[in-house]
């Protein structure tokens, strides 16, 4: 079904697809004439190695089963989005791919140079802010734009967002999903009871859902704050702002409890240093020895070509041979180092696929990719990197 194109399935979906006859099958099918230009870019270009044209096939042939059409079809929007998707997806530092397209000429000429600097979102503007909560109500949505941009000459961009999480998620759309059809800052007492109460449990995000809230207070603070400027801004601009003033839902009540509230925050700080303190010798030891340690690799990785073995504090080891290395004419920062381990038994998992890439830290819980800091190679000195293993892509 997704080779004749009757599925398209998420991103979600095609990281976890690990068969390659699928894959090979659907660029047979679909646009040949295309990966057939991608290829010939690839034979002509010494650094690219085997693994290298494997994973670029992989992710464009990903590309056109979640989109459709052709590889001159993708725009630099699929390619965003197929880079996001792999957010915990170990081959995100793959990105040769999007330079084939840009080499293949099936990217405009303005496209930015790397899909690392095409996905920097940068700062969101205010309506972009407002907007990625997604608010029904039109008129209400504009107040809000117009509120924040009134404000944010005197907020920096952290607390700007901050505020618009309040008022726009925590405070309207909360009302929206909550009272159908509200449309007014005019508050019932029983809506602004119900409100409060849903406030005092995290609802949205990723961290704390369904416990307590610790500091409601601060978003009882941002409510009062926007309904008190909307009653001060009406007696100076009553043809801007009049229509929307109204009593303010927050009362003196509401912050009985403010210093206990303080009180509490403090004491669960002091009580994680107390847990903490006694951990922080053996911290500081196993930071020295693991500092000590990938500083012995390095020095015996700086000393070794690409592609070639060597050993370092009882630890046998290669350097990766990538298509980016400096090393081999390639764009990445200078004195990057990539080591990887060799497999040491032929029944370990995916034998035969390759060697065993290890990463940085615990080899199990390995963290995934990180970029390099950017910089001049000169004040940034040389860094070993190791990649997360293969067998825990898509954790």
């Not at 494997?54 to 965003?80: E, K, P, W």
């Not at 509200?182 to 849903?198: G, T």
């Not at 060697?355 to 830290?361: I, P, Q, T």
Request: hydrophobic letters at 40%.
């Amino acid at each position: 079904m997704i080779v004749l194109l009757a599925l398209r399935p998420s991103y979600r979906i095609l990281y976890r697809l690990r068969s390659a006859m699928v894959l090979r099958r659907f660029r047979a099918m679909h646009d040949p004439g295309g990966f057939a230009t991608i290829a010939g870019i690839c034979d002509g270009t010494a650094r690219f190695t085997t693994t290298d044209r494997s994973f670029a096939f992989n992710q464009l042939t990903r590309i056109l089963m979640h989109n459709g059409g052709r590889l001159a079809d993708v725009t630099v929007d699929d390619c965003i989005e197929a880079y996001r998707a792999q957010v915990g997806y170990a081959s995100r530092q793959h990105s040769h791919w999007y330079l084939l397209l840009r080499q293949a000429g099936l990217l405009t000429a303005d496209s930015p140079p790397t899909i690392w600097a095409a996905s920097r979102r940068g700062q969101l503007r205010v309506e972009e802010l407002v907007d990625g909560y997604d608010v029904e109500c039109r008129p209400v949505r504009d107040l809000l734009v117009e509120y924040l941009r009134e404000r944010q000459p005197a907020m920096d961009y952290t607390s700007l967002r901050q505020l618009a999480s309040k008022l726009v998620l925590l405070f309207w759309r909360d009302l929206e999903l909550h009272e159908p059809g509200i449309d007014s800052l005019h508050l019932s007492d029983e809506v602004v009871r119900r409100w409060k109460e849903r406030l005092r449990v995290v609802r949205y995000g990723t961290h704390g859902v369904g416990e307590l809230r610790e500091d409601p207070n601060t978003v009882f603070m941002a409510v009062r704050a926007f309904y008190a400027d909307l009653a001060a801004w009406a007696l100076e601009e009553p043809e801007r702002w009049a229509v929307w003033a109204a009593p303010s839902p927050i009362t003196g009540r509401d912050f009985l409890g403010q210093n206990k509230q303080r009180k509490r925050a403090t004491a669960r700080m002091h009580q994680r240093i107390r847990e903490l303190a006694p951990l922080l010798p053996a911290l500081v030891t196993a930071a020295d020895n693991q500092r000590r340690h990938t500083g012995a690799v390095l020095a015996a990785a700086l000393a070794t070509a690409p592609g070639e073995k060597f050993t370092a504090d009882g630890e046998d080891l290669r350097r990766l041979c990538l298509v980016t290395d400096p090393a081999r004419g390639g764009t990445g920062r200078p004195g990057l180092i990539y080591a990887a381990a060799p497999r040491s038994h032929p029944t370990e998992p995916h034998a035969g696929r390759g060697e065993r890439l290890l990463g940085l830290g615990d080899r199990r819980g390995a963290p995934p990719f990180r970029r390099a800091h950017r910089g001049d190679a000169r004040a940034h000195p040389p860094q070993l990197r190791r990649v997360r293993p293969t067998h825990d892509r898509g954790r």
